[in-house]
């Protein structure tokens, strides 16, 4: 199976920034900056030009303070090593997660299944949110899906340590995210393994809430 996991800043939802309801907690360099987080829409359903179905535009940060617009080493991905001269993959579970606000550990907040993922930033345009406002919005995205293979886990479910924890190295960990915001998951040894085993069972098994759909009360 390919697999990539992806460590982003956490919301609640994913529809967007909304100032003392849903706020980015965590994150990287860009966040930092300017206090913007450019996965603040990843699970939003979008409808796009030319799609009969809405689709999740997904982004994690691959570039940093010293390298603009670094790439996403595709090729890394397992059975994707011939990948070196190609721009995307497909068919790809794409696993997002983020440092629990409330909790010391990396969760699973929500997936995506049979994505498209990039080497580099894709865009999109949208019209802006903003009532009588005539500008785009443009989207930078790294991965895509149809929105019906997207999960966002509710965040009482995303608490639960045993369940949906991912390991990080310089934690101590045997495994799991190093430095980067990207973890391929090709370490070769028997508790990897174990791990991934688990957590794709309960990837295919999830039957819960799926707050896709849902959005912050803002009133």
Request: glycine share 6%.
């Amino acid at each position: 199976m390919k697999l990539l996991f992806c460590n982003i800043a956490w919301l609640d939802y994913y529809k967007g920034i909304y100032e003392g309801v849903d706020m980015p907690v965590g994150g990287g360099d860009y966040f930092k900056q300017t206090g913007d987080a450019l996965e603040k829409y990843n699970f939003e359903a979008v409808e796009i030009e030319g799609g009969t179905e809405p689709y999740c535009l997904g982004f994690v940060e691959t570039q940093n303070l010293k390298v603009k617009n670094k790439q996403l080493h595709i090729e890394k991905i397992k059975g994707c090593e011939e990948y070196n001269s190609k721009d995307s993959v497909e068919d790809v579970l794409v696993i997002y997660c983020a440092k629990h606000p409330a909790h010391n550990f990396i969760t699973v907040v929500g997936w995506y299944k049979y994505a498209t993922v990039y080497r580099y930033y894709q865009q999109m345009e949208f019209p802006s949110h903003i009532p009588d406002d005539d500008n785009l919005y443009i989207q930078d995205y790294n991965a895509i899906a149809l929105a019906k293979n997207c999960v966002l886990l509710p965040r009482r479910e995303r608490s639960l340590y045993n369940k949906w924890s991912v390991p990080k190295k310089t934690s101590g960990a045997a495994f799991g995210f190093g430095q980067s915001n990207l973890w391929f998951a090709q370490e070769d040894n028997e508790y990897v393994k174990a791990y991934l085993d688990k957590l794709i069972k309960q990837i295919k098994e999830y039957d819960g809430d799926n707050w896709l759909y849902e959005y912050p009360d803002i009133n």
